[in-house]
């Protein structure tokens, strides 16, 4: 498959919407709860990974692009020798790994699991992480939860500035914008760009990360959690952990166990 995260890696982590996301403290803390190891897919370059690590938890981070675990190896070879010896990375794709152990907790974080954009996709990615747990272990994944408004309303095919330029550590300065190429009603599928123009002093020049996202409605996703063998016991609208349902459309965060 295509590093699809390539061109953009040296952005990801100066974003100030990811760099300031709250679910570090979330994941972190259920990798504190778990009392065995966690799995993280689409760990990329480690931005709730290391975190966790440092918090104590072991924890592999599985990724399918290259650029991003590089990144990620990056950033570890700063930490502290005891925080390096609770990683392990392991460049795979969600859809068919076999890391040969298991895990008390498997987590999806920040809606990797909607780069899968068939169903059979979906199942063959919960199936391997079946495999992967440990009786009664869980597995934890959040979705955007689609926006009515949005769907119906967003303009397609029209840039959209998404805050303010961010400076890199090389002192470039980077407007990051928005655009839904073409939005699929049918198979759920957008396509979407995010587009990063270096602004300011530097040569002007442009990177675009394009990608398609399969977005999920909240019982669609219950459904096939059923199916991949997991029972929902949690789901929050917020990483504080708001109910579904307390926020429109806030996000849809599973907590789900592995069924016997
Ligand atoms: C939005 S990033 C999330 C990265 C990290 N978990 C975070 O929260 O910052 C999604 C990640 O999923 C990875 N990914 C996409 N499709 C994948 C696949 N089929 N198998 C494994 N990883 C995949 C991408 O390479 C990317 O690193």
Not at 160 to 181: C, Y
Request: glycine share 8%; charged share 25%.
């Amino acid at each position: 498959m295509s590093d699809q995260y390539r061109e953009a890696v040296e952005f990801y982590d100066h974003f100030a919407q990811y760099a300031e996301r709250p679910d570090i403290g979330f994941y972190v803390e259920e990798g504190r709860r778990a009392r065995g190891p966690v799995l993280e897919i689409g760990c990329g370059t480690g931005r709730v990974l290391i975190p966790t690590a440092r918090a104590g938890a072991i924890i592999a981070g599985l990724d399918a692009s290259a650029a991003m675990l590089q990144r990620c190896r990056e950033k570890l070879a700063d930490e502290a020798a005891e925080v390096r010896a609770r990683v392990a990375l392991h460049e795979a794709d969600m859809r068919a790994f076999d890391l040969g152990r298991t895990f008390a907790l498997v987590t999806i974080p920040f809606r990797a699991f909607q780069h899968l954009l068939t169903i059979e996709d979906q199942l063959a990615c919960l199936r391997c992480i079946h495999r992967h747990l440990v009786p009664g272990g869980r597995l934890i994944m959040d979705l955007f939860n689609p926006s009515l408004d949005l769907l119906a309303n967003r303009p397609v095919n029209v840039e959209q500035k998404e805050g303010e330029p961010f400076a890199l550590p090389d002192g470039r300065r980077v407007q990051r914008s928005f655009r839904i190429g073409a939005q699929d009603r049918f198979s759920q599928v957008n396509d979407v760009d995010l587009i990063f123009d270096v602004v300011g002093g530097a040569p002007p020049s442009r990177s675009v990360q394009a990608f398609r996202m399969r977005y999920l409605f909240r019982f669609e996703a219950e459904h096939l959690l059923a199916r991949g063998g997991f029972v929902v016991e949690h789901l929050y609208a917020d990483f504080d952990r708001a109910p579904y349902g307390s926020v429109y459309p806030g996000d849809l965060i599973f907590l789900a166990v592995k069924a016997s």
